[in-house]
């Protein structure tokens, strides 16, 4: 039994003239069905860009999938000709933004967006396709949807345009759904509310979520899993609960602070101090060593494997244990 999304070796470039950035390096990483998985990471650091090529939506030119595989139940999706990519997204693989406004169509009613998915994937009458998206929006609980399903995007609240987004994903059941910020454009109380439908959803369907957030509060709300990237690359997967308890990376270990604690859950990734690496300068070695204070000769010069810490947990670092030890010193 393979799990619902395998990605393997990812590799995704950006050009810019003749030069070739690279955006994502040998990511690998999985998500079983029925679970949520939190992307983590500071911006740039290839999470949107990751989600895009799962989705078949990387803007190509100028990005470009380089090498790997993407498998959901074990078929390579970047190995589908376009035509049959297009059946894939929507019906398989849903995505949701943070920008719904930009996403809509300002001038359709929303019902008829909904619609739409019905008729183009489905070949549903106007009718059918209409009761059923009326019958999402309630899905999505928005209040009064057969009265409010004719008003246009700009007629609806943040939350509730967000919901509507949900709607439109879902619209087709599909066994993946990737959110990528889905609340960082809401206020607090609606990020909520959101994200808990979000969660209801997800086990009412029984899909697998990949939620994609800088923000550790959301992402300890409601996944089980977490992937931490740094520089294009996987540096540490880990149930959250074990890496919010006890990080192995020292990536990690500075998103949580120094000092461990709940004060840190439901607040924005603390800095670290320095930048990440520019696309086109980076680091040999671990990408990572400039701004960590366990490097050593070995980091500069190899970059890491990804070492298994325990049982579903791996740390792409070469001192992970000593990090990890430190850090429960530090902590106690
Ligand atoms: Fe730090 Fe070295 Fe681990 Fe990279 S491999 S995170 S530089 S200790
Ligand atoms: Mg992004």
Redesign the pocket.
């Known amino acids: 039994q393979h799990p619902l999304l395998h990605v393997e070796n990812l590799g995704i470039e950006f050009r810019s003239g003749d030069r070739r950035l690279p955006a994502v390096q040998n990511l690998s990483f999985s998500i079983e069905r029925g679970r949520t998985l939190a992307v983590l990471g500071e911006s740039g650091c290839g999470k949107s860009v990751t989600a895009k090529a799962i989705m078949g939506i990387l803007p190509t030119p100028p990005a470009r999938v380089t090498g790997g595989r993407v498998l959901l139940d074990g078929v390579d999706l970047l190995a589908l000709a376009p035509k049959a990519f297009r059946k894939v997204r929507g019906a398989d693989v849903a995505m949701v933004f943070q920008d719904a406004l930009s996403a809509l169509n300002p001038v359709v009613p929303v019902i008829r967006q909904i619609a739409e998915v019905y008729r183009i994937h489905r070949g549903a009458s106007r009718r059918d396709a209409e009761t059923a998206a009326v019958d999402m929006m309630r899905a999505v609980k928005i209040p009064d949807a057969a009265n409010r399903a004719r008003h246009y995007p700009f007629q609806f609240s943040g939350g509730m345009r967000q919901r509507i987004m949900i709607a439109m994903a879902l619209a087709l059941e599909p066994r993946l759904l990737i959110a990528d910020e889905p609340t960082t454009a809401l206020d607090v109380t609606v990020q909520a509310q959101i994200l808990d439908l979000l969660a209801e959803l997800q086990r009412e369907r029984d899909m697998s979520l990949m939620l994609i957030t800088h923000d550790l509060g959301v992402a300890a709300h409601i996944a089980e899993e977490a992937l931490v990237m740094y520089a294009g690359g996987a540096v540490e997967q880990a149930p959250i609960a074990e890496l919010l308890d006890r990080p192995a990376?020292?990536?990690t270990i500075g998103l949580l602070g120094s000092i461990p604690g709940p004060e840190h859950r439901g607040a924005d990734l603390p800095t670290i101090p320095g930048l990440p690496p520019q696309l086109d300068n980076r680091p040999t070695g671990?990408g990572?060593?400039p701004r960590?204070r366990?490097?050593?000769d070995l980091?500069r010069g190899e970059a890491?494997p990804a070492h298994r810490v325990s049982a579903g947990r791996t740390a792409a670092?070469?001192?992970w244990k000593e990090?990890m030890d430190d850090y429960q010193v530090a902590g106690a």
């Open positions: 990376h020292p990536y671990c990572f060593h960590c366990f490097a050593t980091c890491p670092c070469h001192h990090a």
